[in-house]
T-cell receptor, first 110, second 115 residues
Framework: GENVEQHPSTLSVQEGDSAVIKCTYS??????FPWYKQELGKGPQLIID?????GEKKDQRIAVTLNKTAKHFSLHITETQPEDSAVYFC?????????FGTGTRLLVSP | NAGVMQNPRHLVRRRGQEARLRCSPM?????VYWYRQLPEEGLKFMVY????????ESGMPKERFSAEFPKEGPSILRIQQVVRGDSAAYFC?????????????FGNGTRLTVT
């Protein structure tokens, strides 16, 4: 089945810096890659997703890139703000279900 | 426009008791997924259901755990004879279509504590 690895596990940046989180997946048949943000005490919230026929997607300060050949995808957050502090999860669609990475705890210091 | 609703938010059970977790999907969504999250860990898939059918239960322990999604009413995750290792946050997600390429919308979870 699908296996998703995510790095780094923790990431500390200064406000205004950029943050990059990287994931790799194992199943070459996976075709959908969402990213979720989880704040303390809440459920994961979808922030951006990308499909396998697209190499890059942007939404304001957030962008995701996908390299199908290498089987890796990345989340880029520019001009980080303290409210971006949370745990971020990447995911890939295995057979009929999402498989999640282990999460990255992002801390943005003012 | 309610999202995925889970209740209770917090549930405390003694070892050996039963835990029932409820999930009402978003309006118009007929696909429900249950995930478990241990402290400081990621989300682990448990089970995928459509109305009245279990599609994939490959992530669910074979003993003590069961799930249903009846024609009417919420989806239920049931844990019998709970043990301390069952303490975790349980999240439900729903989608309007099968998971391949369809975004999942999560509830805020039920935090189960077994004493």
């Amino acid at each position: 089945g699908e296996n998703v690895e995510q790095h780094p596990s923790t990431l500390s940046v200064q406000e205004g810096d950029s943050a990059v989180i990287k994931c790799t997946y194992s199943d070459s048949a996976s075709n959908y890659f969402p990213w979720y943000k989880q704040e303390l005490g809440k459920g994961p919230q979808l922030i951006i997703d990308i499909r396998s026929n697209v190499g890059e997607k942007k939404d304001q300060r957030i962008a995701v890139t996908l390299n199908k050949t290498a089987k890796h995808f990345s989340l880029h957050i520019t001009e980080t703000q303290p409210e971006d502090s949370a745990v971020y999860f990447c995911a890939a669609v295995g057979f009929q279900k999402l498989v999640f990475g282990t999460g990255t705890r992002l801390l943005v210091s003012p | 426009n309610a999202g995925v609703m889970q209740n209770p938010r917090h549930l405390v059970r003694r070892r050996g008791q039963e835990a029932r977790l409820r999930c009402s999907p978003m309006k118009g969504h007929s696909h429900v997924y249950w995930y478990r999250q241990l402290p400081e860990e990621g989300l682990k898939f448990m089970v995928y259901l459509q109305k009245e059918n279990i599609i994939d239960e490959s992530g669910m322990p074979k003993e003590r755990f069961s799930a249903e999604f009846p024609k009417e009413g919420p989806s239920i995750l049931r844990i019998q004879q709970v043990v301390r290792g069952d303490s975790a946050a349980y999240f439900c997600a729903s989608s309007p279509e099968r998971g391949n390429g369809s975004p999942l919308h999560f509830g805020n979870g039920t935090r189960l504590t077994v004493t």
